[in-house]
């Protein structure tokens, strides 16, 4: 070969941009996961808008309503076979003129919302941005570059920005993911390849290279990797771009890749619609929608209502999670109006409450534990003080508020609404705090009471809170050690969620007893089969015994052949529990040969 002194030049040129590493790169490696996700775990709440062409179709195609009883609109043109010169004329149903991205950002900030994630590509692959990647996308089609502009409108109103891209579906590449194509035509790790190297990479450098700071990329596969066409190889491909162009750009589960940290993605996605049951260390999410389907749907009325939005909000905050809440504007950009009143009330909610949102976390207590509702905290810095935020539901009506599990006794306590703070009278005595409280809750929807402390409050977190009205209810599923394993009956609307036993089983509990004296305890279970089988109760050296009795079956519908299992409820006897403290009840329980329990609980009286 002959020397080429140019192609050599231009050899070692290429070299040096691939060998030595891009300063921002360099830069990208120094942001740690935990300094990237502050912001994402402080805001708490943001909005999540399903906008595209399928807005335009309403969740109606020529007539006939969206096929498949999961009527998500936005997937209309899968579900209803449109072809792709048919769907593309949904363009012309767009009014440019009354179209304000703006419009969304205000909204979203009302609603006390700290950033938006739009649907930048969702699984038809149709752009909401000026795309030089193909001409599949608005601007191309008489519309405007709608990412520009809610970028530029939340840099205004200091909301950030999240942009939801469908990687692994897309309806429109040939080579994209489409379930019917993957079935019925084998699509190939090579042609999905392609369609990964010509769409996937090029779309998402232009979203993360022309609209400023991008906070979140929002990948929506929600099966692993694994379990699809897709490699991980490819997908480290697109967590290294973002890496590299906006290292400081979150990247959600749903990417595919399912490990959170330095190493991995950045927030964990769980399933639609699905809230938060255990407190996670990491940060996570639940994408919800505000009524059932993401896009606008004209036959949607399934609007979820102001209060269970809100205890959702609060009890994924409460288990250091994330609410995004999802709306679908029509395609003149109007916000259905059942949507503007639950953003607006929730708005009004945060704009007295929001000190127990924003920046707060939870507690790593027993999650349900207490039946008027969830608590939040967070170390207050500016008055160097740890506060608990008791988020009540449901007032109590026997004027006392009970909470368990925090060793230390609180400063004061107040209700987040009053602006003079004026303190409640309460109790403080082992675990457990009693709160005097007025007659009638402060807010109609979730009344916030503030527990403030000097020191980081100890946690006790095994003992089984008061019941409402007093007493303990001793479930399977508050005792300690968790009971793992396969025992387990869920609640079926019917029988009660419950414990199969059917060979000797020890429960244990720890209760904390206030005020010392005689209880009672009851016992409820059913017995189906015969009744040789035995129970004791006992705490320290005192002991109740006594024979599970045989049970029937109930009629659970009147004239109707449906029968279940009777629960029955007996009474058990007395336990003196001599002193105020912390006391440990064991439940066995003895089985007959061939019979079997169902345990529902066991109620110690107040
Ligand atoms: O198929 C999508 C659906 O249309 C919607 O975008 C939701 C939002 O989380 N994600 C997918 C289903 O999980």
Redesign the pocket.
């Known amino acids: 070969m002959k020397p080429n002194f140019l192609r050599d030049f231009f050899l070692s040129v290429m070299l040096f941009f691939i060998v030595v590493p891009d300063p921002a790169f360099c830069q990208t490696q120094k942001i740690k996961h935990a300094e990237r996700v502050a912001w994402f775990t402080d805001a708490r709440f943001g909005m ?1 808008i ?1 906008w595209g062409l399928y807005s335009g179709a309403e969740g109606l195609w020529k007539g006939e309503k969206h096929r498949h009883f999961n009527n ?1 609109a ?2 209309i043109q899968y579900r209803n076979r449109i072809p792709r010169e048919e769907y593309l004329k949904l363009q012309n149903r767009f009014q440019w003129e009354e179209i304000d991205p703006e419009a969304w950002v205000i909204l979203a900030k009302k609603a006390g919302m700290k950033y938006i994630t739009i ?1 930048a590509k ?2 038809d692959g149709f752009a909401l941005w000026d795309t030089r990647v193909g001409d599949y996308g608005f601007t191309h089609h008489g519309g405007r570059d709608v990412i520009a502009e809610l970028a530029g409108a939340c840099k205004k109103h200091g909301l950030r920005l999240g942009l ?1 891209y ?1 990687h692994w ?1 897309d309806w429109d590449h040939p080579y994209g993911w489409d379930h019917n194509q993957e079935l019925l035509k084998n699509l190939t790790d090579d042609q999905f390849n392609t369609y990964w190297q010509e769409k996937v990479i090029p779309q998402l450098r232009e979203l993360l290279t022309h609209y400023g700071d991008i906070s979140i990329l929002w990948f ?1 596969m ?1 099966l692993h990797h694994s379990e699809t066409i897709v490699k991980r190889d490819q997908l480290e491909q697109v967590l290294h771009l973002v890496r590299e162009l906006q290292p400081a750009c979150l990247v959600n589960t ?1 990417l595919g890749l399912h490990e959170v940290g330095d190493d991995g993605v950045d927030f964990e ?1 769980l ?2 619609n699905e809230l938060g049951s255990v407190y996670k260390k990491f940060p996570w999410q639940t ?1 919800g929608t505000i009524a059932h389907s ?2 606008y749907h004209a036959y949607d009325h399934r609007w979820k209502s102001q209060a269970q939005l809100l205890h959702e909000l609060i009890n994924n905050v409460s288990l250091n999670g994330n609410y995004m809440l ?1 709306i679908g504007p029509r395609a003149d950009g109007a916000v259905p109006h059942e949507s503007i009143l639950r953003l607006q009330n929730l708005g009004n909610w945060l704009a007295i409450n929001g000190d127990a949102i924003y920046g707060c976390t939870g507690l790593e207590l027993a999650p349900d534990g207490h039946y008027w509702g969830r608590f939040t905290y967070k170390f207050d810095k500016s008055q160097g003080l740890y506060k608990i935020f008791l988020h009540v539901f449901n007032w109590p009506l026997d004027g006392t508020l009970s909470f368990t599990g925090v060793k230390d006794a609180p400063l004061r306590i107040y209700p987040l609404s009053d602006k003079h703070r004026g303190a409640l009278s309460f109790v403080h005595k082992g675990p457990l705090t009693e709160i005097e409280v007025p007659r009638l809750a402060p807010d109609p929807l979730v009344s916030v009471l503030v527990l403030e402390y000097k020191q980081e409050p100890q946690l006790i977190d095994a003992v089984v809170p008061k019941a409402s009205f007093g007493g303990f209810s001793l479930k399977p599923g508050n005792a300690r050690p968790k009971i793992m394993g396969d025992q387990w009956q869920k609640y079926d609307g019917t029988a009660p969620a419950h414990l199969l036993i059917s060979k000797d089983q020890t429960l244990k509990w720890q209760v904390y007893i206030d005020k010392p004296g005689k209880r009672k305890f009851d016992l409820s279970y059913s017995s189906p089969k015969a009744d040789r089988s035995r129970f004791a109760v006992k705490s320290g050296d005192q002991l109740l015994q006594g024979n599970f009795v045989r049970t029937g079956k109930v009629v659970v519908e009147p004239n109707q052949n449906f029968y279940a299992d009777q629960f029955v409820e007996t009474e058990v006897g007395e336990i003196n529990f001599a002193e105020e403290g912390i006391y440990e009840i064991i439940l066995d329980v003895k089985p007959g040969k061939g019979e079997l329990i169902k345990f529902n609980w066991l109620w110690l009286q107040e």
């Open positions: 999540f399903h998500y936005e997937w649907t969702h699984h939801y469908s579906v929506d929600w749903r996605t399933g639609d994408p993401w896009g999802n």
